[in-house]
């Protein structure tokens, strides 16, 4: 007699009886199909591969392309049958996942290769179609070490190789796909036949990869014009190039070889040229059209309010007065804060801001008027007085920092001419490998969860339950403003992950078992793994890094 369990299954709202060893995708297969196919599951709130066997009571939640969980999935199982067909057309050729550009796709190129044609990226997308056609099955394979490594070494992957060995462990994992061996740090579908819908476009030296929303998960976005923003790409990985830090590895090395200091420095150095940079346009503006206020807009922990100090500096340099303001001090009242679709507060809204306050304020600053600038408070959620007042003369230049700096509603009655506009993210260079890009969202989230804690009280928890809303938040009310920017800055530093990592760690460690965010934080636990921590020890007080660990030399 088969040994059998029960096993609470939440696509259904109730239980199941399933025999002892039951690969999820045969539990899948009881469900009433939806509109999507489930890509993997969560497993006591731990996301697992369809192929997975029951051996326990658990607790099961299927999830699709319209998941966060599930797009992930789905894009890493897009860029594995990328890769295979790259390899068919391409032989000995390296592909390069660069970054990700527009609303759902990546710019992507292949070594050797200066040019796409259109004919070329249509050979490639119809290979991709002829390997997703042919459902293909994907399989996860455990091995020694020295054997995977023996098969990247072997497809020609050194920045895999270079990962392993700087992280080494007894035993790896890798997938397999027909007679492609990859990994993407995370699971992936069960067979290519998953994927179906993608797009392959012809982009400056390479191509553009298209893929699904999360929230349209039927139909192909080629929006992905976003130039100012693929500049600062370009510019940031043509740099972690030369400096020979372009991936994960190549930082483990460099931190093993005792170089960390000079990592640091260079980065920093990198920074200070930006910022003095930016401060020589904004002066440029401020003489030949008047320029009167900097506008500095980003997405949550983009680093803002720091990057709005070290410009202050930049322009005192010139002669200009800077004088700063945060819009996070004319949040309304918490109870005044509106809501979102699901009653949460919904702090990214432009509303949760008091418009009316603010917008008076300027235009008594603008007249000359001194004004008492507010500050809010996170932990009680309430707007104090400050004790100094605030004035302008002739000499002065507004900055003002928030995620709605770039939105027109909120500056109305300011003429564009008197206004400079800035866009900071932390648009991270240094990639996992080849193929698999460091997210910038994990990159914010990691400063988040660091800063939240120590600053406003926030454990990890709560920050991670948070994410999503605040993501919700960014696509609306940031992201399409983005390119209105007069220049970009790029916040990261390649070399802050290793120095997030111990931190990050003890925080992610304490979220229970028992809560939704419990799969996010072994995510990112597993994806820090990668990483040897970095010492905070050479990074100077005036760095953005130091925004979210603390030391910092600026007041916030």
Request: net charge neutral.
């Amino acid at each position: 007699m088969t040994d059998t369990i029960r096993i609470v299954c939440e696509n259904l709202g109730g239980e199941l009886e399933v025999a002892m060893g039951t690969p999820l995708s045969e539990v899948a297969a009881r469900i009433e199909p939806g509109p999507r196919p489930f890509l993997a599951a969560e497993v006591n709130n731990r996301i697992k591969e369809l192929s997975y066997r029951i051996y326990t009571p658990v607790t099961v939640r299927f999830v699709d392309i319209a998941s966060f969980a599930g797009i992930r999935v789905y894009q890493r199982t897009a860029w594995f049958i990328l890769q295979k067909a790259v390899r068919d057309l391409y032989p000995g050729r390296t592909l390069h996942i660069r970054h990700s550009l527009g609303r759902s796709g990546f710019y992507c190129e292949i070594a050797g290769q200066e040019t796409m044609t259109a004919e070329q990226a249509e050979a490639l997308r119809r290979r991709m179609g002829e390997i997703a056609a042919a459902d293909l099955p994907i399989r996860r394979v455990r091995a020694l070490t020295r054997e995977v490594r023996e098969k990247y070494a072997a497809q020609g992957d050194a920045d895999k190789t270079a990962l392993l060995d700087t992280r080494p462990r007894l035993y790896s994992e890798y997938y397999t796909l027909d007679d492609t061996a990859g990994y993407f740090y995370g699971p992936l579908a069960p067979s290519t036949g998953y994927v179906t819908l993608f797009g392959i476009e012809p982009y400056y030296k390479g191509f553009y990869l298209a893929l699904p929303l999360r929230t349209q998960p039927d139909r192909l976005h080629t929006d992905f014009y976003q130039e100012k923003m693929f500049g600062i790409f370009r510019e940031y990985q043509s740099w972690v190039e030369i400096m020979g830090v372009p991936t994960v590895g190549a930082v483990n090395a460099k931190v093993l070889a005792g170089d960390a200091g000079g990592m640091i420095k260079l980065a920093e150095a990198f920074h200070e040229r930006k910022f003095a940079w930016v401060a020589d346009e904004i002066y440029e503006a401020h003489r030949t059209r008047g320029t009167r206020m900097v506008l500095i807009s980003g997405p949550s922990s983009s680093g803002k309010t720091t990057s709005a100090k070290r410009l202050g500096i930049q322009l005192g340099v010139l002669g200009l007065e800077p004088v700063m303001i945060s819009l996070d001090d004319y949040f309304v009242d918490r109870e005044k804060t509106p809501r979102d679709e699901n009653g949460e507060y919904d702090y990214e809204a432009l509303e949760a801001i008091d418009l009316e306050l603010f917008n008076d304020h300027l235009r008594r600053l603008t007249a000359g008027e001194s004004i008492d600038i507010p500050r809010y408070d996170f932990v009680t959620g309430r707007r104090t007085r400050r004790e100094t007042p605030l004035t302008l003369n002739e000499r002065s230049i507004l900055i003002i920092e928030g995620i709605h700096g770039l939105n027109p509603r909120l500056t109305p009655s300011i003429p564009d001419a008197q206004k400079f506009r800035i866009y900071i993210s932390c648009f991270t260079s240094v990639a996992m490998d080849n193929l698999t890009r460091i997210s910038t969202t994990d990159n914010r989230l990691l400063r988040r969860l660091v800063r939240d804690n120590a600053q406003r009280g926030t454990d990890a928890p709560a920050t991670l339950a948070r994410w999503a809303s605040v993501r919700r938040g960014e696509e609306k009310h940031i992201f399409p403003y983005q390119e209105n920017a007069d220049v970009m800055l790029n916040s990261s530093l390649f070399y802050e992950i290793s120095v997030l990592r111990p931190y990050a760690e003890k925080l992610l460690r304490e979220v229970p078992d028992t809560t939704a965010e419990y799969d996010e934080a072994r995510r990112m636990l597993k994806f820090l793994d990668n990483f040897i921590p970095i010492p905070p020890d050479e990074i100077p007080p005036t760095s953005i890094l130091r925004e979210f660990i603390g030391g910092s030399s600026f007041k916030y």
